[in-house]
């Protein structure tokens, strides 16, 4: 047996080594860092930025969460897969979220992004990218989801979102800046929609460029069936047409946005309109009377 022995000064130094590994543990602790995410290297914090004792945190070994400086956390529950990024820019504040980015997925919020209230599932190679000054904030009582599967959803900078988002198929969302979308809204996009700056988007609104199920009833009773008792799931893209929505458009309370959709710049769409064709530039255009238009 050899006995080691040290000196004064090799005691000095590593008795001062021990207290600044200890003080840094005990800031991670502080933080509610250590403890709740399973520290790896593919996490790196920003100055300032904190997570309070609700938070919790996890990351693949291969895959990175990089949160900017002066990041706020608060009550959420951030999951990021194998290769996945999760990338939060300077002075975003994430309360009372969900946030799951799945394996080969990438969420990128610019600075001063605000999420409160809000799921967000990204998954199957999925791209979610929200520009400076985004707001995904839900009303009182109410609360909404961003969902990604296979697919990419752009924002500009200073959006204003409190509706559903749900992207599959390889669909592709690309919402301008400064444009709002009201609570209860639906934007399902399984090809493509392109919405233009500065629109608003009333409550209830929904924008669909698919048909969402197969038409044949016997495809739809066989996915019924196969869903039970979660819910039917399409595994074959149905019928799609992209939507585009120009700029300064204005979207009155439940209209509906269908499949093939093209409404030019500075349109008005009263309320409760259905609008599946091409309206042009700095028209107003509300519902037709309703009508029966098949009985077979």
């Known amino acids: ?6 000196s004064n000064s090799q005691i000095g130094r590593t008795t001062r080594k021990i207290a600044r590994v200890t003080r840094a543990l005990e800031n991670l602790f502080q933080a509610n860092v250590l403890p709740r995410m399973g520290l790896t290297k593919s996490v790196r914090m920003g100055r300032d930025s904190h997570a309070d004792i609700y938070s919790r945190l996890s990351c693949d070994p291969f895959g990175t969460i990089q949160l900017g400086n002066h990041v706020a956390l608060s009550r ?10 999760l990338q939060v820019g300077d002075f975003c504040t994430l309360q009372d979220v969900t946030v799951m980015v799945g394996d080969n997925s990438t969420v990128t919020l610019g600075e001063r992004v605000q999420l409160r209230g809000v799921s967000v599932q990204v998954s199957q190679a999925g791209v ?22 296979k697919g990419s959803a752009v924002f500009g900078p200073r959006v204003h979102v409190s509706g559903d988002i749900f992207v599959r198929f390889g669909g592709r969302l690309k919402v301008g800046q400064y444009t709002g979308i009201g609570m209860g809204a639906l934007l399902r996009c399984e090809e493509a929609i392109t919405i233009g700056d500065y629109c608003l988007i009333s409550y209830d609104v929904v924008v669909y460029d698919t048909n969402a199920h197969s038409v044949d009833w016997k495809e739809r009773r066989h996915r019924i069936e196969v869903g039970y008792p979660v819910g039917m799931d399409e595994v074959v893209k149905p019928s799609t047409k992209p939507i585009e929505i120009g700029n300064d458009v204005w979207i009155g309370m439940r209209s509906l946005i269908l499949k093939g959709a093209k409404i030019g710049d500075r349109v008005i769409v009263g309320m409760g309109t259905t609008v599946t064709g091409s309206v042009p530039e700095d028209s107003l255009v509300v519902s037709e009377h309703p009508r029966i238009i098949s009985r077979k």
């Open 76 to 85: 959420v529950h951030i999951k990021v897969g194998r290769k996945a990024t």
């Open 1 to 6: 047996m050899r006995l080691l022995v040290l």
């Open 128 to 149: 979610l990218d929200i520009a400076a000054g985004g707001v995904f904030v839900c009303e009182p009582n109410h609360s909404f989801s961003v969902i990604i599967n």
